[in-house]
């Protein structure tokens, strides 16, 4: 999995966990909903910058949303 998908994946994750919605972490991050849903499918690539204000809407380290959680063994 490249850092677009694991960012995606946990991405979607961390919003869920929160119970927000796309349009409230875009608005708390002050993006656009379509923006928020592109990455979370992995379909564009999110700079640094918008990295952070990512992280400030989830109240969460910059550095969670790139670390690759190890699938669990079945």
């Known amino acids: 999995m490249d850092l677009k998908e694991v960012m995606a ?3 979607r994750r961390m ?3 929160r119970d927000m919605t796309q349009e409230e972490l875009a608005d708390r991050a002050g993006l ?3 923006y928020v849903g592109a990455i979370e499918r992995a ?3 999110a700079s640094v910058t918008i ?3 990512i992280a400030e809407a989830l ?3 910059p ?3 790139l ?3 190890p699938a669990s063994p079945r």
């Open 43 to 45: 379909d564009v690539s």
């Open 15 to 17: 919003r869920h966990d």
């Open 9 to 11: 994946v946990n991405l």
């Open 67 to 69: 670390k690759a959680i």
């Open 51 to 53: 990295l952070g204000k």
């Open 59 to 61: 109240d969460v380290d």
């Open 32 to 34: 656009s909903t379509r």
């Open 63 to 65: 550095g969670a949303l």
